[in-house]
């Protein structure tokens, strides 16, 4: 007899399996990725298959299968999808957070609880419309792969401990530097970008929103640089968000200090 599994699930993705069936990818709180057939959800007769969008947390009932789980139950906690669609920018960050999340949980079945509440946190940020979509996903991004092991240091020297700050960064040493330990390849950050990094990471939320544009887009490029070292290849989903969001910025920019202070 299968296993059967009750969960709160986060829908990560979706793709069309027949005609009217789906592949979901889920980040289920207790039980990790699952991957699950939703039969008929094509269908408009469907009972459930608007609940089962990208990004929706739901409450799921699952049989698990040799391959694949089954859905045979579905009910809406947090329809973040729902609610992020209207507005682009954020509806394409949400992305950015689920195919993350899905690089970052490599084993299915293997309970990612830390995961699962970066993943839930930052959805609701990005729902409620109170931070900007791009700090969010530098945040969650920097705070998930400190959940996997890889976190960095922005202020202390990450070969030597020594107090920093440091006018240096080496991604693959692990963060800010110090001059003796300067490696070949290491670049200069400002303090302010350094500042917004570790904002970031501690979700000191105060400090990271006082920050400029200069140095938010600064931060940006390190944590993509920071998530390609560990993940070896981009996030698709990345680019699309960067796109909508730098022309949401665009608009919002006044002067010529924003741009360049």
């Known amino acids: 007899m299968a296993a059967r599994i009750e969960d709160v699930a986060v829908v990560l993705r979706s793709y069309p399996l027949g005609e009217a069936d789906r592949i979901l990818s889920l980040l289920t709180q207790d039980h990790g990725l699952i991957r699950a057939v939703a039969k008929g959800v094509r269908k408009p007769s469907s009972r459930f298959g608007s ?63 830390p995961q699962f509440r970066l993943l839930a946190s930052g ?22 792969l400190a959940t996997g092991g890889w976190a960095p240091s922005f202020a202390d020297c990450a070969q030597c401990g020594d107090p920093g700050p440091h006018p240096w960064i080496h991604l693959a040493s692990g963060g800010a530097v110090c001059q003796d330990c300067r490696p070949t390849g290491a670049v200069s950050i400002s303090p302010m970008t350094a500042a917004l990094l570790g904002a970031l990471l501690s979700a000191d939320w105060p400090v990271a929103e006082a920050a400029g544009a200069t140095a938010r887009r600064a931060a940006s490029g390190v944590v993509a640089a920071y998530l390609q070292l560990h993940l070896e290849r981009d996030l698709r989903s990345l680019p699309i968000a960067d796109k909508a969001w730098l022309s949401e910025l665009s608009i919002k920019l006044t002067s010529e200090q924003d741009v360049f202070a």
Do not use: C
Request: proline share 6%.
């Open 51 to 113: 609940r089962l969008q990208p990004l929706n947390q739901v409450q799921v009932m699952l049989y698990q299968g040799r391959n694949l789980a089954t859905v045979s139950a579905v009910d809406s906690v947090q329809l973040f999808g729902s609610k992020l669609a209207p507005d682009y920018v954020r509806w394409s960050a949400g992305h950015v957070l689920a195919e993350a999340t899905e690089r970052l949980v490599p084993e299915e079945m293997e309970p990612a609880r």
């Open 123 to 144: 959805l609701t940020a990005l729902s409620d419309g109170r931070r900007d979509p791009r700090l969010v996903i530098d945040a969650f991004l920097l705070q998930s």
